[in-house]
Every structure is written in structure tokens, then in C-alpha cells.
Antibody, heavy 125, light 107 residues
Framework: EVQLLESGGGLVQPGGSLRLSCAASGFTFYSNGMGWVRQAPGKGLEWVSS????????DYADSVKGRFTVSRDNSKNTLYLQMNSLRAEDTAVYYC??????????????????WGQGSLVTVSS | DIQMTQSPSSLSASVGDRVTITCRAS??????LNWYQHKPGKAPNLLIF???TLQSGVPSRFSGSGSGTDFTLTISSLHPEDFATYYC?????????FGGGTTVVIK
């Protein structure tokens, strides 16, 4: 059974830092891309970042580029999100998600097929 | 960035109703379109990927269609557990983008 367990959320002051972790189990972690998606209070889902299986490349939303860094430790089956220079607008529940790929008709289709329960990050003074 | 626009933003329906949610992309995305269901306090749940492929374990009353810029999610007969918020998401190009969501509430 696939399980994704986020940790590390909490209350932080504006300008502060926080690191989220996502412990994965039930699948071959090093074979899958992973991602972070957040949901601000009363808002919809917003993609934050994605990282390839090796960890050698990552993509970011413009809203977090230069402040957030995604990484992974395949020996520990763990995904991380280092969040620096936090702002009030970063307040959200952060979900980690497993990315799956399907090859069909000479194209790859990517989607998030399993998600964690989320970790709340509150940025406030 | 590709903008994803869902309509309606909310709808009220009864158990047994047929429900259709639409999603429009600001530029063509072929069939790189996924649908998720999200309930408060729960992890989002993948329903459909590649516009029309049903994820394993998802009931067959859910279906997706469309290509290019216009897509639909249809629930053929609403069940009590289907009251939730539904999101489309394009996987054509980074940055990945979600629609604003459609909340299905009980009439």
C-alpha cells in the first residue's frame, strides 16, 4: 500500500524558514518523480514543485522560485521541501504527491496518483 | 502559463443526478488533462488521467472527455460520497496548473 506522510509543518514568522519532509513507502521511490502541491485557506490547489526520480532536475512555480528548494534522498525514501523567505501568502496545507507516468501512443502522460494527507504551514507574526 | 478555467464554480445536485463539469485551457494541451476529487481534510484523489482514462479503482460512473482546449468530467449518477470539489489539471507543460475547482453540493 502506497503511503506518503508529510511532517515539518507549523507556525513560522514572515521571513523565516521551514523544511517539510515526506516519508514514502509501498512503492519503488527511486523510480518515481514526486511533487508538492499546496492549498491556501479557502483556495484551490496550486502546484508548487516537481522533481525527477534521480533528483537531478526540478521545476518550480514562479511564486516560489528562488525561495523554495525541493530535494530527495532515495536511500531514505524521503522527499523534502526547503522553504525560505516565507511570506504570509505561503500559508497553506502542503501535500506531497507521487508522480506516475504512462507511455501511450509515443507520448508520456504524467499525473499525481497518490497524495499525502498534508502538512499545515502558517506564516504569521 | 496555461490558464485552466472550470465551470461552474459550484453546483447543487441530488443523488442520482447526472453532473457535468467543464474545463477550458487557455491554449491547446492535446489530451494532457487530469481530474482530481478533493474532500475537506482528505488527500486529493486522482479520478482520470490523459483526459479520458479512468484511474484504477475509480467507479465507472465517472468519465472524462475532450481534447485540445475543452474538456468535461461527467458523473453519470451522483452518489452521496461524490459531494466534493473537483479540479482539472494540465500536464502539458510546466508550470503545471489547476483549474479553480468545482464544488458539488447537495441540493
Amino acid at each position: 500500500e502506497v503511503q506518503l506522510l508529510e511532517s515539518g509543518g507549523g507556525l513560522v514568522q514572515p521571513g523565516g524558514s521551514l523544511r517539510l519532509s515526506c516519508a514514502a513507502s509501498g512503492f519503488t521511490f527511486y523510480s518515481n518523480g514526486m511533487g508538492w502541491v499546496r492549498q491556501a485557506p479557502g483556495k484551490g490547489l496550486e502546484w508548487v514543485s516537481s522533481i525527477i526520480p534521480s533528483g537531478g532536475h526540478a521545476d518550480y512555480a514562479d511564486s516560489v522560485k528562488g525561495r523554495f528548494t525541493v530535494s530527495r534522498d532515495n536511500s531514505k525514501n524521503t522527499l523534502y521541501l526547503q522553504m525560505n523567505s516565507l511570506r504570509a501568502e505561503d500559508t497553506a496545507v502542503y501535500y506531497c504527491a507521487k508522480r506516475e507516468a504512462l507511455y501511450d501512443s509515443s507520448a508520456y502522460y504524467y499525473f499525481f496518483d497518490f497524495w499525502g494527507q498534508g502538512s499545515l504551514v502558517t506564516v504569521s507574526s | 502559463d496555461i490558464q485552466m478555467t472550470q465551470s461552474p464554480s459550484s453546483l447543487s445536485a441530488s443523488v442520482g443526478d447526472r453532473v457535468t463539469i467543464t474545463c477550458r485551457a487557455s491554449q491547446t494541451i492535446s489530451n494532457y488533462l487530469n481530474w482530481y476529487q478533493h474532500k475537506p481534510g482528505k488527500a486529493p484523489n486522482l479520478l482520470i488521467f490523459a483526459a479520458s482514462t479512468l484511474q484504477s479503482g475509480v467507479p465507472s460512473r465517472f468519465s472524462g472527455s475532450g481534447s485540445g482546449t475543452d474538456f468535461t468530467l461527467t458523473i453519470s449518477s451522483l452518489h452521496p460520497e461524490d459531494f466534493a470539489t473537483y479540479y482539472c489539471q494540465q500536464s502539458y507543460i510546466f508550470p503545471l496548473t489547476f483549474g479553480g475547482g468545482t464544488t458539488v453540493v447537495i441540493k
